[in-house]
């Protein structure tokens, strides 16, 4: 395989594994668009802030914390633990990267 051809690949493949994950990332948002908006712009139960544009590291740290996490209670940290519950370090970064993406 000449170089070219090599680099062409190596670029087609590296394409479509970030077009993977932003696709993989609105996917899972999915979920979380019922209270927190398609657009991620409404306040979930009344309570929580705009998640449309945060940054990154904030979005993964707060998901982290809500799958780490057990609430016993109920109310929205229940049902945010219960969302991240199954969530994987590849899910929790490709959600967040598509949050992060969000117009605010």
């Known amino acids: 395989m000449t170089p070219r051809i090599w680099i ?43 998640i449309a544009g945060q940054n990154v590291k904030d979005l993964i740290e707060s998901l982290k914390f809500y799958r780490e996490s057990e609430f016993k209670a109920h109310g929205t940290s229940l049902v945010m633990s219960k969302q991240t519950k199954n969530m994987s370090e590849q899910d ?3 959600v967040a990267q598509y949050i992060s993406k969000l117009p605010k």
Not at 18 to 46: M, P, S, T, V
């Open 8 to 50: 062409s690949c190596f670029c087609l493949v590296a394409s479509f594994t970030a077009l993977r994950a932003q696709n993989n990332g609105e996917i899972l948002y999915r979920q979380c668009a019922g209270c927190h908006g398609i657009d991620g712009k409404n306040k979930a139960f009344g309570k929580s802030g705009i």
């Open 92 to 94: 929790i970064n490709e």
